[in-house]
């Protein structure tokens, strides 16, 4: 015989219940109103709007010309969100994102006057990241981990929400900086984009050439964003889901592989900040869908977004043709 709830339990999980179903609603119309701008790339859209739910930032992987900026900019103004881009170049300088003091003179004396730079904003833009240097990479280490800058040695607080969606030409190696583990790990996934489909590029091409473009119309604010978060952060995890985390992410390293060919093939894999990133995305999708909890295939769904950056292949996986998709393939064959 199931426990009898008390109708105070029964009560707070209703008011859960519609929160979650008014939440996934309001996230429906901007998934929508992304859509209108954004042709095809349901998967993408899909992971983006994730990271934006679960408060993290992406990385956008893909050849020129997939619409990346055009992704970012179409979610800033759904989602009612200050917005600044910055082009990343061999010869920026951290103080170009973060901001500097500077000496001003008036007829009180001298003094030094803080500037902000362009990561004081709700939605950074991070365009072509690894064409600056490990130097000013390493500027926003602190901002996309802690929320907070240091300039002169004074702590600064970024705006809420804070997100810092990067993109990364993978094709381009000559004047590129390879982005280091430890600024790849903030990243909470690394979202990739392919070529169009046949029908999805015909539909580019008929809406965007003509004399109208469409804009993005806004639909969700800053305001309701935050909310949204916080009751992502809100939802239960069941022991199963947590099980298939735990799991996927010892399996997915060396010292830890069950299976032969795992160890063999991975240098080292994801940490627990991959374990923390799936918890925190398998929320997210379930609120996006309506959901009042995540599920095992939640974990599947969001495996390679995670984990395809938290991850690195050996010498022989490499000299074998073995990529780490596949790796993550034979990770979630288990899952289902």
Known sequence: MQPMRSETE???????????????????????????????????????????????????????????????????RVFGLDRRRVQFTPDLMPTDILGSE??????????????????????LMADEINRASPRTQSALLQAMQERQVSV???????????????TQNPIEQEGTYPLPEAQLDRFLLQIDVDYPDIDTEKTILLRTTGGEGQEARPVVSPEELLEVQELARLMPIGETVLAAILDLVRRGRPETAEDARIAEWVAWGPGPRAGQALMRCARARALLQGRLSPSVEDVGALAGPVLRHRMALSYAARAEGIDVDHVIACLTAPLG
């Open 10 to 76: 029964d009560a707070s999980g209703g008011a859960v219940a519609r929160r979650i179903d008014a939440a996934a609603g309001r996230l429906d119309e901007a998934a929508a109103a992304v859509g209108e701008v954004i042709f095809g790339q349901a998967s993408v859209v899909e992971q983006a709007m994730v990271t934006m739910v679960a408060d993290g930032h992406g990385l956008l992987v893909g050849v020129p010309g997939l619409g990346k900026t055009l992704l970012v900019e179409t979610l800033s």
């Open 102 to 123: 500077i000496l001003d003179e008036d007829g009180n004396g001298r003094r030094f006057r803080y500037v902000e730079g362009p990561v004081f904003t709700q939605l």
């Open 152 to 166: 002169g040695g004074h702590p600064r607080s970024l705006p809420r929400p804070f997100h810092v969606l990067a």
